[in-house]
């Protein structure tokens, strides 16, 4: 495979891969995006051309997902419509986990999934279930793209059976009493990721070491407990259970392949189960797993670490039970960098609250000035400039600040009159485009802006024959939906409010 751009791009134009023309080509190759694994950005280029692999570690079903959660889980959404507006086909697979996740991250502890059914008097399978449920509703009201598939761990037992079993036919793992541990000393690349070199592993905290186990450093792809709730046959014993490493590595290669172009996950992801799910997955098909290893910043709350103890662990009820829409949680946690600490609070909340609407009555604005279309163009300057500014920011690994900054650029272009005729056309079409990344604006649709301006009509006709109860009448009534009036010299505008 081709590494650099021009190589690629002359694969490209020297192989039947014709969908697309050269420029859009040179179009694409201009995104950098941070790889964890270089600690660098490089130039994305996919394995296959024009489509993305794309792997996102989703939630571990044992609870509503906190805000925190949705933040890394956001990242990824925000970054597979980047590349899909850069044209690229994006195979997005996110992952549920349902089984064998332990407290500690690791072989130690209880497993989430039973230690929430003990909790709650109910079976693990219910607890799955309804947390599950509860995470797809969320993404729904946050205006996720859904994933191509959102695989369940337990649904693929005989996929990580096979590479388990894979991984101890040739000497990468080993039996103890019905558990099965992957044996770092046979993979010396293990650590290539986080950094973390197996000595001092060792040496550390981080590793409850366990008697049975050949190295301290290594982990579990199977384990045994007759004990466990959830629990499958197979040729380590009656009662196992998978490892919660070898169920991503298992799902990823099922749906996408042995190689993806794009592993993501939240920081905490890097070590230790992105690094286990490298040694599992390269040392079972000997090829490089992940081209670009991609991690989102924790969030913190009111400038510290979420906790329990604080009360601050917040979920999208919290934040709806407030009175703030969905949409304001998501413009929230995507409006920063995702590699910077982003702070949450309730003022921040409020204040992309207002931006929102903000960017609505932008919108409402070029729709209004788009339908002038006897004005002269005025302004392409201004669209041009936002955008390249705009796609600039999004290729410099999602720079979602400088979008923004662009889209404010073009609002205050807009605001001073700058902004007329076809020009406004462009600009609205361009708002739209940062919006398929945002998915936050409300733009009016026809059917809504046709019943407005009919009252409006009836209005301005009440107002010349002087009935002025009329003309009343129909502004309250618009005001009640949230629509407000303002006579200007032009005519009567509307606006949300
Ligand atoms: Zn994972």
Redesign the pocket.
Known sequence: MAQTCSEYLNFILTSSFGRLSPQSLAHILTFRLYNTFTNQKEVFVPLTPGIVRMYN??PTVYGRPHIGNLRSFLFADVLRRWLEYKGFDVKQVM?I?DVGHLVDDADEGEDKMLAQAAKEKIDPWAVAERYMKEFLSDLGALNFLPAMIYPRATDHIPEMLEMVQGLVATGYAYEVDGDVYFDVSKFPAYGKLSGNRVEDLVAGSRIAVREEKRNPADFALWKSDEKHLMKWDSPYGPDGFPG??I??SAMARKHLGEQLDIHT?GED?VFP??EC?IAQSEAFHGKQFAKFWAHAKFLQVDGGKMSKSLGNVYVLDDITDRGFEPRVLRYTLLRGHYRQPLNFTWDILEESRASIENWDRLAQDLGRLSEDVEAAPLGMEHVERARKEFEEGMDDDLMVPRALGAMGTLRGAVGRGEVAGEAAREALNFVKSVDSILGVIRFEDGSLEASIQSRIDARTQARSAKDWAESDRIRDELLAEGIALEDGPDGVIWRRV
């Open positions: 570690c989703g992952n986990t919660w490493h169920e991503c996950g992801n189960h992105h799910e």
